[in-house]
């Protein structure tokens, strides 16, 4: 059975940091890539960070590149995200899943994510203004 649990969520007032982890099992981590999403409530899911399976390649949405940084253990079956200089606007609920690949088509404000066919039930991030 194949499970990703995120974790880290909590509340921050903006300008703070947060790290949200996501452990995976019931699949051979190093053969997935590992995406990150957000959805804050109203609105539409987004993507918001992939890394590819071996951790050399790293793709974020503009709304967050600069702030946010991906990373992955393999020994661990975890992948990271760093957010930083967090803002009002990045209160959502944030998702780990893993697919097949990913990468960022140019001009594209969102990496793109191919058949991210295992998701995880969330980790909610407040940030207060």
């Known amino acids: 059975q194949v499970q990703l649990v995120e974790s880290g969520g909590d509340s921050v007032q903006a300008g703070g940091s947060l790290r949200l982890s996501c452990n995976v099992s019931?699949?051979?981590?190093?053969?997935?890539?590992m995406g990150w999403f957000r959805q804050a409530a109203g609105k539409e899911r987004e993507g918001v960070s992939c890394?590819?399976?071996?951790?050399?390649?790293?793709y974020y949405a503009d709304s967050v590149k600069g702030r946010f940084t991906t990373s992955r253990d393999n020994a661990k079956n975890t992948v990271y995200l760093q957010m930083n200089s967090l803002k009002f606007e990045d209160t959502a609920m944030y998702y780990c899943?893993?697919?097949?690949?990913?990468?960022?088509?140019?001009?594209?404000?969102?990496?793109?994510?191919?058949?991210?066919?295992?998701w995880g039930k969330g980790t909610l991030v407040t940030i207060s203004s």
């Open positions: 890394i590819s399976w071996n951790g050399r390649s790293t």
């Open positions: 019931g699949l051979t981590f190093g053969d997935y890539a």
């Open positions: 899943a893993a697919g097949i690949g990913c990468g960022q088509r140019t001009g594209n404000p969102e990496p793109d994510y191919y058949n991210m066919d295992y």
